[in-house]
């Protein structure tokens, strides 16, 4: 009986989430905030590169750094991502890919990197034939 | 009836004796987001194999060489403006007027082929030159990661006009409202694939 309980109270409460689905998908003011500030982060890293008024490390640092923030906004006002919706298992979701993202991402960066350092010798000779 | 509770009784049951009731469709959102979240690895892994093979130009162009900026702040832009288009599409849906809805996805399927067009030519410029994805490993990189990227929101503009004759021969009714909504996950999550593309390729690309 304990077991049927606990299965239902999950359940209501999606229920009663599909009913507020309407209310989740933002406001004309929520999609101009996250409009407004992705034409900002995108208009930066794109005048630091088009004009090189800073030295190319403090560029790439921006650059990245806008479009880490740029997606974040994106996530929250365009994708609506919260940690309460279905559950919270989007949320759960979504932090299982970035840590597989960033594993694999720095993993074959990380050991491709070196890998081409220690075969230097042989990499020279290799970018003619390509 | 009895029969079962006397059953019960006796023994443990292990299993539930009447399915819970889902409304139908209840668990699709979620089930989009698993699927958005697996073709964010596959980009993962595309963006993996252009960091590593980024910078091997196999003694061809480089993305100094190859690459216009303008065109591609206009091809930002143009993924950026359909994004909120789609927003307005689904506020028009969640007001229930049909007729705005069907002219912001119109608007956003506009946008969706002119990002695709000024991409075909940039693609047409480049094997023009000589810059084919046979050239060099940085060549093949660019053009699987972009290629893919660009796919997919040709299937996201075939996607939206079903969509727009769904809805007008059967009006907003539940099943298109789910339908609105996947697809709008759809898009805009390929406007953040693209914030990636944009950055690691093509900015990064010019200060390598």
Known sequence: MSAANANHAPESHDADHLGHEGHNHGSFRSYMIGFVLSVILTAIPFALVMTGVLPTNATAAIVMGAAVVQIVVHMIYFLHMNTKSEGGWTMMALIFTIVIVVICLAGSLWVMYHLNTNMMPGAHDMTGMG | MSATTVKTDQADVFYLEEE??????????????????SDCLIFAMLFAVFGVLGG???????????????????????????????G????????????????WLAI???????????????????????????RSAFL??????????????????????????QVGMKGLIPANKRRLMCLSMFWHFLDVIWIGVFTFVYLMGMLR
């Open chain 2, 20 to 37: 819970p009731h889902h409304e139908e469709g209840s668990s699709t959102m979620l089930g989009f987001w698993l699927y958005l979240m």
């Open chain 2, 56 to 86: 091997n130009y196999a003694a061809g162009p480089g993305p100094r060489e190859l690459f216009d900026l303008d065109l591609v702040a206009i091809n930002t832009a143009m993924l950026l403006f359909s994004s909120i288009t789609y």
């Open chain 2, 88 to 103: 307005f599409a689904m506020l028009a849906m969640d007001r229930g007027a049909k007729r705005q809805t069907l002219v």
């Open chain 2, 108 to 134: 956003t399927g506009l946008f969706g082929l002119a990002f695709l067009g000024i991409e075909l030519y940039e693609f047409g410029h480049l094997i023009h030159e000589g810059a084919t994805p046979q």
């Open chain 2, 140 to 165: 093949s990189a660019f053009f699987t990661l972009v290629g893919t990227h660009g796919l997919h929101v040709t299937f996201g503009i075939i996607w939206l006009v079903t969509l727009m004759v």
